[in-house]
C-alpha cells in the first residue's frame, strides 16, 4: 500500500483538527483513507464519486471489520470527499495537483506490473492524468456492466448465490490481474496468463483453479457473447485425491454430547440423515413427515429434491422441538413480525405464505432480521457460521484427534452405511449425488472385505447359497 501525496496528507489532517477528532486517531483515518484509495483503483471505481463508498464498506464487511471500524473509515472517506468539495489550497493549485495525482497513479499502475511508459505517452503530467481518467471511466462502466451481465445471466439459470458470489470473486482478480483492462478487450491469452498465474505465483489448489476456468469460461460464453477460443499450454494446478475425514460412531457420539441445544439437534440429523448443512438449517416444518418417517429435502445442490429416512431413536427430540417452533411462531404473529424469508417469488404469489406454520424455519434464528426495503422484520433461520463454530468447539472438547467439521458428519454416514453393506448406488441416491463416481469416494473410507482373488462361481460351494 503506497503512502498519499505529502499536499494530500497535510490538508487531510488539517480537515481532521477541524472536525475535532482526536489526534491520536489521525494515523488510523490516514490508513481508511489509504484502504479506500487502493480499493478504488484495484477495482476501477471513481476514488472522488460517493457512489464508491458502499462498495468499499461491503467490502470492509466481507474482510470481517467490525462495525465500529466500518463507521470510522466511512467517516475517513466522508471527510475525503469534503476535502475535494472544498475551496482549500489542495483544489486552487490545479498543476501542483495534477503532478501528485499522476505520480500516485503511476506508482499504483507500475505496482501491479504494467509497464512504466504506459501512461508516458502524453506530453506533460496533466495531460497524462486526463488520458488515465478516461481510460478508467470507461473501463469502469465496462466492468460495472460485466459484473451486472453476470448477476443477470446466473439468476436466470436459477444458479445458486453462492454460485454467483465465487464467479464474482473470480472476475475481481481477473480485473486486478489485468489492470482493468476493458472486458471486451479481453482474449484467451488473458485467461492463460492469469490461470498460469494462479498455478505458478500463487499456487492454488486444482480445484480453485478449476473453479476460476469455469466462471472465466461463463464470462466468456455468456456475459461477453465471445469465443473462449484454445487455452493451450496452460500450467493446471495438479490434481490430488481427496480422502474425507471420517469420524467412528463413537466420536460422533462423543461430539453431539458436547453441543448444546439446539445444535446438539443439528448434529444429530446431519449425521443421522447425510445433510449437507446448508440443507439442515434451511428445513422448513413442512419437510418433516413424523407419520411415515420420512423427512424430504427441497433444492439440495443442483436444486434436486430427494427424501431419507428419519432416524426413530430422535424423533421424540424432533418433535419436542417442534413444538418451542410452534411457540415461538406464536409468538412473531402477536408481535411485529411479517413472517419468515420465503424462496424466490413465492412472498408476492401467496402473500399469506410467510406466516403459515408448514412454511416456518425447523432451526430458527433468535433474532428477527430488520428488511429496509420493506420496513418489517421477518425471521431467518440460524447462521451456518454459528452451527460450524458450535461444532468446532464440540470437537475440541471431545479431544479428537481429526480435522473434522459439521461436513464431516456427512461423510461418516456415508462410510457408515457402506460399512453396514448397503448398496452403492442406494447411498448414492440418499446422498443425492448427480453420479455414483462421487459416491465412490467412501470406498476409500472403510476397511474392505472384497475378495481380491478370482474364482469361478462353479467353483462356490452350493450348500453356502443361499
Same mark, same amino acid.
Given at each position: 500500500m503506497l503512502p498519499l501525496p505529502q499536499r494530500m496528507k497535510e490538508q487531510f489532517l488539517n480537515l481532521l483538527k477541524e472536525k475535532a477528532i482526536p489526534q491520536a486517531e489521525h494515523s488510523l483515518y490516514i490508513k481508511w483513507l489509504r484502504y479506500y484509495l487502493d480499493f478504488c483503483h484495484k477495482y476501477g471505481f471513481a476514488r472522488s464519486h460517493s457512489e464508491s463508498l458502499p462498495h468499499f464498506l461491503d467490502k470492509l464487511k466481507q474482510k470481517r471489520q467490525s462495525e465500529a471500524q466500518r463507521r470510522q473509515a466511512s467517516v475517513a472517506v466522508t471527510a475525503w470527499?469534503?476535502?475535494?468539495?472544498?475551496?482549500? /489550497? =489542495? +483544489?486552487?493549485? #490545479?498543476?501542483?495537483?495534477?503532478?501528485?495525482?499522476?505520480? =500516485?497513479?503511476?506508482?499504483?499502475?507500475?505496482?501491479? @506490473?504494467?509497464?512504466?511508459?504506459?501512461?508516458?505517452? /502524453?506530453?506533460?503530467? @496533466?495531460?497524462?492524468?486526463?488520458?488515465?481518467?478516461?481510460?478508467?471511466?470507461?473501463?469502469?462502466?465496462?466492468?460495472?456492466?460485466?459484473?451486472?451481465?453476470l448477476s443477470n445471466e446466473i439468476k436466470v439459470r436459477h444458479y445458486s448465490p453462492k454460485t454467483l458470489k465465487s464467479y464474482s470473486t473470480w472476475i475481481f482478480k481477473l480485473r486486478h490481474f489485468t489492470s482493468s483492462k476493458d472486458p471486451q478487450l479481453l482474449s484467451s491469452s488473458d485467461v492463460k496468463e492469469f490461470l498460469t498465474f494462479l498455478a505458478v505465483e500463487q499456487k492454488v489448489s486444482a480445484s480453485s483453479q478449476n473453479q476460476a476456468f469455469n466462471a472465466l469460461l461463463?464470462?466468456?460464453?455468456?456475459?461477453?457473447?465471445?469465443?473462449?477460443? #484454445?487455452?493451450?499450454?496452460?500450467?493446471?494446478?495438479?490434481?490430488?485425491?481427496?480422502?474425507?475425514?471420517?469420524?467412528?460412531?463413537?466420536?460422533?457420539?462423543?461430539?453431539?454430547?458436547?453441543?448444546? =441445544? #439446539?445444535?446438539?439437534?443439528?448434529?444429530?440429523?446431519?449425521? @443421522?440423515?447425510?445433510?449437507?448443512? /446448508?440443507?439442515?438449517?434451511?428445513?422448513?416444518?413442512?419437510?418433516?413427515?413424523?407419520?411415515? @418417517?420420512?423427512?424430504?429435502?427441497?433444492?439440495?445442490?443442483?436444486?434436486?429434491d430427494r427424501t431419507v429416512p428419519l432416524p426413530q431413536s430422535i424423533t421424540p427430540d424432533l418433535e419436542?422441538?417442534?413444538?418451542?417452533?410452534?411457540?415461538?411462531?406464536?409468538l412473531d404473529l402477536a408481535g411485529d413480525c411479517a413472517g419468515v424469508f420465503l424462496p424466490g417469488s413465492l412472498d408476492k404469489k401467496y402473500k399469506n405464505a410467510a406466516k403459515e406454520l408448514v412454511w416456518q424455519w425447523f432451526f430458527p434464528a433468535k433474532a428477527l432480521t430488520y428488511v429496509p426495503e420493506a420496513k418489517e422484520f421477518r425471521r431467518y433461520h440460524l447462521h451456518p457460521t454459528h452451527a460450524q463454530k458450535a461444532i468446532k468447539k464440540a470437537v475440541c472438547k471431545a479431544q479428537i484427534a481429526k480435522r473434522a467439521s459439521a461436513h464431516t458428519f456427512r461423510h461418516s454416514y456415508a462410510s457408515h452405511?457402506?460399512?453396514?453393506?448397503?448398496?452403492?448406488?442406494?447411498?448414492?441416491?440418499? +446422498?443425492?449425488?448427480?453420479?455414483?463416481?462421487?459416491?465412490?469416494?467412501?470406498?476409500?473410507?472403510?476397511?474392505?472385505?472384497?475378495?481380491?482373488?478370482?474364482?469361478? #462361481?462353479?467353483?462356490?460351494?452350493?450348500?453356502?447359497s443361499s
Open positions: 470527499y469534503e476535502l475535494l468539495r472544498s475551496g482549500q /489550497s =489542495y +483544489l486552487k493549485e #490545479p498543476e501542483a495537483v495534477r503532478q501528485d495525482e499522476t505520480a =500516485y497513479a503511476y506508482e499504483q499502475q507500475k505496482s501491479c @506490473g504494467e509497464p512504466s511508459d504506459a501512461i508516458a505517452g /502524453s506530453s506533460s503530467p @496533466g495531460e497524462r492524468a486526463l488520458t488515465a481518467a478516461v481510460s478508467s471511466k470507461s473501463a469502469q462502466a465496462g466492468w460495472t456492466a460485466c459484473i451486472q451481465g461463463f464470462l466468456f460464453r455468456h456475459v461477453l457473447k465471445k469465443d473462449f477460443g #484454445p487455452v493451450d499450454g496452460v500450467v493446471r494446478a495438479k490434481q490430488r485425491p481427496y480422502i474425507p475425514v471420517v469420524l467412528s460412531r463413537q466420536e460422533v457420539d462423543a461430539v453431539i454430547r458436547n453441543l448444546k =441445544y #439446539p445444535y446438539d439437534l443439528v448434529g444429530k440429523l446431519l449425521y @443421522g440423515c447425510g445433510l449437507r448443512l /446448508s440443507e439442515c438449517l434451511s428445513l422448513r416444518v413442512q419437510n418433516f413427515n413424523f407419520d411415515a @418417517g420420512v423427512l424430504t429435502i427441497h433444492d439440495g445442490k443442483g436444486k434436486k419436542a422441538h417442534l413444538r418451542r417452533v410452534k411457540n415461538l411462531h406464536r452405511l457402506l460399512q453396514a453393506n448397503y448398496d452403492i448406488r442406494t447411498i448414492q441416491e440418499m +446422498l443425492g449425488h448427480s453420479s455414483v463416481k462421487t459416491t465412490m469416494i467412501y470406498t476409500h473410507t472403510i476397511r474392505t472385505t472384497t475378495l481380491k482373488d478370482a474364482k469361478s #462361481p462353479l467353483d462356490f460351494d452350493p450348500s453356502s
